[in-house]
């Protein structure tokens, strides 16, 4: 088939100090088979190399740089830019597999679909790979409790029909925290034709850098998580999506962000989401029975304070005496 009659698909990578990865993630894309890939990177004000490792692309790649204002306003800069039907939003960190492009692609005119999710390993420099588990796409209610109670999918994993996602707003610039997963939501309760496809992986890669475009936690970030969540239930309920398998993954949901804060020591936001909680007659607890049982007992702050120092202990522990310098006695 010439080229000229491939489907074309737009590859927009946000990028912050990224050196050591973007090369990667550029040449992943560009080397995708069966369709005319257009490649967009956005640098978000890198301190370090990346600029220059993009710049190496000029000739294949369109690119652009500006001051360090966050992953939302890097992918919407690239989304404004983008003249290709589909587009996928690729970390600088992550990369593409062999046909995966493809492969979404395929679905989305198959389908008819707006959102398309691929099948996404997660690996890092040790070598270790394990893939994650998929929301189930046969209806938007199995699919949104799917995604609510962690089978989401990293933004390398999902290609967009351009038109749509530039028609519900494209990113949410306002948000630190849950962005990709705030886009998904507001997508399937504003009508979107979700699929899968059939070829084609992912690969979302960990590594310890804390410069990883959205990696870091802060209060700010999981009061955004939450907000996300109360707003995404309130929608739902205005236009009448609300399940009850939904209900219940947005109550299991919002208990691990309660969870969270009370891990943390943040009480105003533990509160906060406990008070919220319990205005719509969700159980105190959720979870396995040992969790709701010592959360009971102990109070939710007090078993999360005592859960984090049982973990500092035994990191302690194994760091004095590693695994391989026991004798076991039988």
């Known amino acids: ?63 652009e740089s500006g001051p360090n204002s966050g992953a939302c306003i890097a992918r919407n800069r690239g989304l404004e830019l983008v003249k290709s039907p589909f587009v996928m939003f690729l970390d600088a960190d992550d990369y593409l597999e062999q046909d995966t492009l493809l492969g979404l692609v395929s679905a989305a005119e198959k389908a008819k679909a707006d959102l ?23 209806s938007p209610n199995r699919f949104m409790s799917d995604w609510l109670t962690g089978r989401y999918v990293p933004p390398c ?79 739902a309920e205005t236009r009448r999506l609300l399940s009850d398998e939904v209900e219940v993954a947005f109550s299991r949901a919002t208990h691990v962000y309660e969870r969270m804060a009370a891990h943390n020591g943040l009480s105003a936001l533990e509160s906060e989401i406990r008070k919220y909680r319990a205005s719509l007659g969700w159980p105190a607890f959720e979870g396995e029975i040992m969790h709701i049982c010592a959360s009971r007992l102990l109070g939710l702050g007090r078993k999360e304070r005592l859960a984090r120092w049982f973990r500092v202990a035994m990191r302690r522990h194994r760091k004095r005496w590693p695994r391989q310098g026991y004798n076991r006695v039988v």
């Open 1 to 63: 088939m010439p080229e000229s009659d491939l489907p074309s698909v737009a590859v927009v990578i946000p990028c912050y100090n990224s050196e050591l990865w973007v090369s990667r993630a550029i040449e992943s894309a560009l080397r995708q088979a069966g369709v005319r890939p257009e490649v967009i990177a956005v640098d978000d004000g890198s301190t370090d190399n990346s600029l220059q490792m993009i710049r190496r692309y000029s000739d294949s790649i369109r690119w």
């Open 116 to 138: 398309v999710i691929t099948k996404v390993a997660e690996a890092d420099a040790t070598g270790r790979r394990a893939s994650r588990v998929l929301p189930r796409v046969e």
């Open 157 to 235: 994993g999902i290609l967009w029909r351009t038109d749509f996602v530039r028609t519900i707003g494209g990113w949410n610039e306002a948000l630190r925290k849950n962005q990709d997963g705030e886009l998904v939501l507001r997508a399937i309760l504003r009508g979107a034709r979700i699929s899968a496809a059939e070829t084609g992986t992912s690969v979302y890669w960990h590594h310890n850098s804390t410069d990883r475009i959205s990696n870091t936690v802060s209060e700010a970030k999981l009061n955004d998580s939450f907000g996300v969540l109360r707003n995404a239930r309130a929608e």
